[in-house]
């Protein structure tokens, strides 16, 4: 059962990879490429999640912390600039 399990998070976080990795190559805006590069990293988060749930291990617990920082003040930062070119 977990075998089957692992294989099929790979495959679905790895689809998901891929298309925001497309996104990312054909955005027509700014806007679109940054948007599909957090998602790009919350698909990360979620494979460095499961692969610690599958495992059972808990060290991975301090890279989920930073990934997870990292693409807030991503976010932030990109709100703050999209906020700024408008004004």
Avoid: C, K, N, Q
């Avoid at 301090?62 to 600039?81: E, Y």
Wanted: glycine share 6%.
């Amino acid at each position: 059962m977990t075998v089957v399990l692992a294989v099929v998070l790979t495959v679905l976080l790895s689809v998901t990879a891929l298309l925001a990795l497309a996104r990312i190559y054909r955005g027509p805006s700014l806007l679109d490429r940054v948007i599909a590069a957090d998602l790009l990293l919350a698909t990360m988060l979620g494979s460095v999640g499961a692969e610690a749930a599958v495992t059972g291990h808990a060290t991975t617990l301090p890279v989920l912390v930073v990934l997870s920082l990292l693409g807030f003040v991503g976010s932030v930062a990109l709100v703050r600039f999209a906020a700024r070119e408008e004004a």
